[in-house]
């Protein structure tokens, strides 16, 4: 129910509008001092219905920031991430779907440091998320021991949304008209 209205928005959503709000989303992440320390950068290429992470691996990559992007494992619904320096070296994948193409070379072997933009469907305050159903990032961020954050609109950003206990969630989220922490106490101190 939820996952159908999140896209039924996203899909209503103008095309004006919702360039608009892309743009916004992608300059509050540029600005974040989680990107700006960071010179790796894990981000997925956005489908027609997700905040666009076009101009933010653009920018990264002008920015001279070393940028991953995610690969879906055929035989385990894991993810793999290699480094692109362009966008030459992407192949239309799975669900249709923008991934690099397999390069042993190219592939990120250390996961302890980073930022990682999580793609969702929904996002909670709490950093929750309602993703695609497939379980691939809760799965690798489970190892992941960098910074975290998810990008979405201000209608797909709800006060709580189911999780359990495999589900991780994110450091920081972002829509068009808000910036949410989700760490609390000593840990908002320790990762800054």
């Known amino acids: 129910m939820l996952r159908r209205q999140a896209k039924a928005y996203r899909i209503s959503l103008d095309k004006d509008k919702k360039a608009e709000f892309d743009k ?6 540029q600005n974040l001092w989680q990107y700006r320390e960071s010179n790796v950068i894990l981000i997925y290429m956005s489908s027609d219905i997700e905040v666009s992470t076009r101009t933010v691996i653009e920018r990264a990559l002008a920015d001279g920031k070393r940028v991953f992007l995610p690969r879906c494992t055929d035989a385990d619904n894991q993810l793999e991430f290699f480094e692109i320096k362009d966008f030459s070296s992407l192949e239309k994948r799975a669900f249709n779907l923008l991934e690099p193409i397999y390069d042993e070379g190219k592939k990120l072997r250390d996961f302890n440091e980073g930022l990682c933009v999580v793609p969702a469907l929904l996002f909670d305050r709490r950093g929750y998320r309602i993703g695609y159903g497939k379980g691939y990032y809760d ?3 489970s190892s992941f021991g960098g910074l975290t954050v998810g990008l979405c609109y201000d209608e797909n950003l709800m006060d709580t949304v189911p999780y359990n206990d495999r589900d991780i969630k994110v450091r920081t989220v972002l829509t068009q008209s808000e910036t949410v922490n989700t760490c ?4 908002c101190f320790e990762q800054q």
């Open 139 to 141: 799965s690798f961020l």
């Open 184 to 187: 609390e106490g000593r840990e």
């Open 24 to 29: 916004k989303i992608s300059n509050k992440l």
